[in-house]
């Protein structure tokens, strides 16, 4: 098959995009706190507790939307972690991202091994099952791809629309934005500049768990250690290639998904020749070099990683 | 109205009593999952304390886990210190490894005064080529390195795989991904005969009097203090901000290198791809329990290890799941985050109408 063609396949669209949905939970989440001033690298970890808490919820029997209501509020109990230590504490925000990622990762698997103790083969749940939707369902090409998705992605991109709203439209939105830009004129105003950094991480902690959760209640239907395996990192890269815009967010991480789905099947065509790795390897290069290309004119709210306590003008 | 403000100065008994209780802390904080996981919680670290001070063995296998943690939590130091957030020793341990498996395997026949000072010289260039990498993206297109050494670890990991099923396969490995066994002439000596123990450690340790040296005693290590406290100001100074960060990238990378030469050429003898479970990550809890200092490096290495060693031990004990040793790193890493907050501001109550 010609190696372009598989561009015009509906099944090389729909994978893009089950590829870019735990993405697009994770660019928003991070790109909520980021808004507000503070870097999250909690990121990688809470996509692991969501993963664990959200599955754990579901094979305990709350069903498949009370899994994702326990997944986004253990990835926002992780959040709070991180808002206490680098909003009121003002403390590093890269070792702390760093200290919940390593939390959060411990703590699942400490709790998965304990709950499940010697289970060879990871017991499995009923995962979320794609739509079948009369009529749409059944359209050519845009039918295997935007309607025989899972309901999750279309939750993924309902919350892109949702947090460009609140972002953009509505004065918490913009309060959001000013704190990372100039919290002491938010200040200045009555308004908690504690109040909204901590509500904003919180918000995008709990959006991120819901990415881990898309792993193991809709792509796979159990839990694995190292599943997550890097995807948060990436949607920290996503974030600074979208310029922190919800649209370019939900953009990149198609763009993102369509390279990996792109390559997964060049592996097929090609796989004789190079070793598979090359393929492995190739989205993590692709956010290296995009990031490099977008660097010099990335515009990074101005406040980020600059703690502000109150009382003392920066 | 509560108000935080800093104290003038930390006394020294804060410094270093900071650190030491929030280990404790995090150490005892552990009963809280122990107790989730059923076990008997004074057995458990009964257990923890046999696992390192049990036996001879169990105290130098301590100490062999501490090594790599001493070179990774000085390479966390180094880099910290300049505010260059060098998150890929992982990465760059690799790559260390696999310079050392590339020259060390049979490639070159030479004595032993040579080929392994050789090997320490190319692993060590190894991890700080990884490092100085996205440095210079960093100074030259103002790419975060937190970024790209993060996603660099899983690009590095997986050319690992290529080479262990590759070029750097060994032949007569029977099919096993792991690299041939590096030769009598290239192995870092035994320490003492039946233990694990090797002169890693040793290296390890003159490592970390160089640093501290190099950090506190040198110009080099002014300048790299002075842009890690104020890069503007250090700038404004005439220090070449982009020379100090990319020589602060060359040490840090190199360090995390020789963590993953010491492993493969003093410990297991080849290389596979789990040498390192998460050395580089551990690495950055050394070096902030240390107060990124290079000689707390070297303690904290040794209470990370003893979490480690002693962990193991308790968890085959009484079946309680190794994660847990993953647990007090993490714990701990947050307690003296706090510990150190403590220590540098005092919360004091002033009346609502002076604020």
């Known amino acids: 098959m010609d190696i372009l063609q598989i561009l015009i396949t509906d099944s090389f669209w729909a994978a893009a995009l089950r590829i870019a949905t735990p993405l697009i939970f994770g660019v928003l989440g991070a790109l909520i706190c980021e808004k507000s001033g503070v870097l999250n690298l909690g990121i990688e970890g809470i996509f692991v507790a969501g993963a664990m808490a959200g599955w754990m919820a579901v094979w305990l029997g709350a069903g498949l939307w009370g899994g994702l209501v326990v997944a986004a509020l253990v990835g926002g109990f992780f959040g709070l972690i991180h808002a206490i230590l680098t909003v009121p504490l003002g403390l590093s925000q890269h070792v702390s991202g760093l200290g919940i990622t390593m939390l959060a990762t411990s703590l699942s698997y400490f709790s998965y091994r304990t709950a499940l103790p010697q289970v060879s083969s990871p017991p499995r749940i009923e995962p979320f099952q794609p739509l079948d939707l009369p009529i749409l369902s059944d359209l050519p090409f845009l039918g295997p791809v935007l309607f025989q998705q899972t309901a999750m992605t279309w939750l993924a991109i309902f919350m892109v629309a949702l947090v460009w709203w609140v972002l953009e439209r509505t004065p918490l939105g913009m309060a959001i934005r000013a704190v990372g830009d100039n919290p002491d004129a938010v200040d200045a105003q009555g308004l908690s500049v504690y109040g909204l950094r901590i509500g904003a991480i919180v918000a995008g902690s709990a959006l991120m768990a819901l990415g881990g959760a898309f792993l193991t209640m809709s792509a796979f239907d159990a839990f694995f250690f190292g599943m997550v395996n890097g995807r948060g990192w990436i949607c920290i890269a996503l974030v600074i290639f979208a310029s922190w815009r919800p649209g370019k967010a939900l953009l990149g991480a198609i763009l993102f998904g369509a390279f990996d789905a792109f390559q997964v099947r060049l592996q097929t065509e090609v796989g004789a020749f190079v070793p598979s790795q090359v393929f492995l390897m190739a989205p993590y290069v692709l956010s290296i070099f995009a990031l490099v290309i977008v660097a010099r004119r990335a515009e990074y709210p101005r406040a980020l990683l600059k703690p502000w306590f109150k009382g003392q003008r920066g | ?355």
Do not use: C
């Open chain 2, 1 to 355: 109205m509560i108000r935080i403000e800093p104290r003038d100065a930390p006394s020294r008994i804060l410094t270093i009593g900071v650190p030491v209780i929030s280990a404790v802390f995090a150490l005892l904080l552990a009963a809280v999952p122990l107790a989730f996981a059923g076990a008997n919680i004074l057995q458990a670290y009964g257990q923890m304390f046999n696992g390192i001070f049990g036996s001879m063995f169990a105290f130098t296998e301590m100490l062999t886990r501490a090594t790599p943690l001493i070179f990774t939590g000085l390479a966390a130091t180094l880099a910290f210190r300049a505010k260059l957030w060098n998150i890929g020793a992982e990465g760059q341990l690799y790559l260390g490894a696999m310079a050392a498996v590339a020259v060390g395997t049979g490639l070159i026949d030479a004595p032993a005064f040579i080929l392994v000072p050789l090997i320490l010289f190319v692993g060590a260039a190894a991890g700080a080529a990884g490092m100085a990498g996205p440095a210079y993206l960093k100074t030259r297109f103002g790419a975060d390195e937190v970024v790209t050494t993060l996603l660099l670890n899983f690009v590095i990991l997986i050319f690992l795989q290529m080479m262990l099923e590759g070029p750097l396969k060994d032949p007569m490995g029977l099919g096993w991904p792991q690299s041939a066994p590096i030769v009598d002439n290239g192995t870092l000596p035994q320490l003492m005969p039946r233990m694990r123990i090797h002169s890693g450690l040793i290296i390890a340790l003159v490592a970390a009097v160089l640093a501290h040296i190099m950090l506190s005693k040198t110009v080099w290590g002014f300048k790299l203090r002075a842009v890690g406290e104020n890069a503007a100001a250090a700038l404004h100074a005439g220090i070449g901000v982009k020379r100090t960060l990319m020589g602060a990238a060359i040490v840090s990378g190199a360090l995390a290198g020789l963590a993953g030469v010491s492993e493969v050429a003093g410990l297991k003898g080849y290389l596979t791809a789990d040498l390192s479970p998460g050395f580089g990550f551990t690495g950055i809890v050394v070096a902030m329990l240390a107060g990124l200092s290079p000689i707390g490096v070297v303690i904290s290495a040794i209470f990370i290890a003893s979490v480690f060693v002693g962990a193991d031990t308790m968890s085959r004990a009484m079946g309680v799941s190794s994660f847990l040793a993953d647990l007090v790193v993490a714990l701990s890493l947050i307690s003296v985050l706090v510990g150190g907050f403590i220590a540098r501001y005092r919360v004091t109550r002033v009346k609502a109408e002076a604020a």
